[in-house]
């Protein structure tokens, strides 16, 4: 027995789907119109083979559709192509959700559904970490009032002219720029221009400086070395700047190697949990060692 297949026809102003001769091929499905092909889809399983003919022959008949829609976002850092192929995802959803009982143009049905698939596509599948929807959405707005607002003033839109015409606060349109900046982040192994042997962004990142830690440690130690006697400081000079002994302090301040070592437990010992941040550090003036 030969295959069974389905041709669209017209009975007044319905839709009937009729049995038609099996092997009908492409070019066989490209006479007949918009709506013999929606009555078609609409009305054979997924599966069919003339129902995904149908489909392909609606996609290619509405590529000027989609470019429209992707038209809008060619400033965008997303390419061309790649949206095409997001519009056509939109493009199909519309032909496989279309009544075309309803009477509607597929045009007029598919339009909305090609720019909110695109729309989506930014929303959640582009951005590189989390952003809230309401600062995604007014960074697509941003974007394509930028373009406008150039092609009406004649120069680069400023940030009253944006927050103005899209009626929002300035620290608004500020969150969603920095959010933009989100959208398509620089790799740190991307090089720096396109010659050879270009460095790349990472190498302009700084590194941990030991010497920002001794800073910070010193400055540390200021807070608190008025604090000290007089007597004390000058042996912490002796002993960690001078490069002395504890021997060769106590010759230079007249005083035992002993005597050095016991001012300098008590000098240390004051300023160890001061410089630490330590809340049971005893506050004041610190007691004078003999």
Request: hydrophobic share 40%; glycine share 8%.
């Amino acid at each position: 027995m030969s295959a069974i297949s389905s041709e669209a026809v017209f009975a007044g102003d319905s839709v009937l789907v009729l049995p038609a001769p099996a092997g009908r091929t492409l070019q066989d499905l490209a006479r007949l119109d918009d709506r013999e092909l929606l009555a078609m889809v609409s009305s054979l399983p997924r599966a069919s083979e003339r129902r995904e003919a149908a489909c392909e022959l609606l996609v290619d008949r509405y590529r000027g559709l989609v470019r429209s829609c992707v038209q809008r976002y060619r400033r965008s850092p997303e390419s061309a192509d790649d949206l095409m192929q997001v519009g056509y995802v939109g493009l199909v959803k519309a032909i496989n959700n279309f009544d075309p009982v309803l009477g509607h143009s597929l045009a007029v049905y598919a339009q909305p559904c090609i720019a909110g698939e695109i729309k989506r596509h930014f929303r959640d599948r582009r951005w590189q970490i989390h952003v809230t929807r309401s600062v995604k959405e007014l960074a697509m707005e941003v974007r394509t009032a930028t373009w406008q607002l150039t092609q009406e003033l004649g120069r680069t839109p400023a940030e009253p002219d944006l927050a103005r015409h899209l009626g929002v606060s300035g620290d608004d349109l500020r969150d969603a720029r920095l959010a933009e900046m989100a959208f398509l982040p620089s790799s740190l192994d991307a090089p720096l221009s396109g010659q050879a042997g270009a460095g790349s962004l990472a190498d302009l990142l700084g590194q941990e400086d030991p010497r920002m830690e001794h800073m910070l440690s010193m400055q540390a130690v200021a807070t608190h070395w008025g604090e000290l006697p007089e007597r004390e400081q000058r042996i912490l000079l002796l002993r960690f700047y001078g490069g002395m002994t504890q021997a060769q302090v106590g010759q230079q301040l007249g005083l035992s190697q002993m005597h050095v070592s016991r001012l300098l437990a008590h000098a240390l010992g004051y300023l160890r949990p001061r410089l630490l941040g330590l809340q049971d550090c005893a506050s004041g003036q610190p007691d004078r060692a003999s």
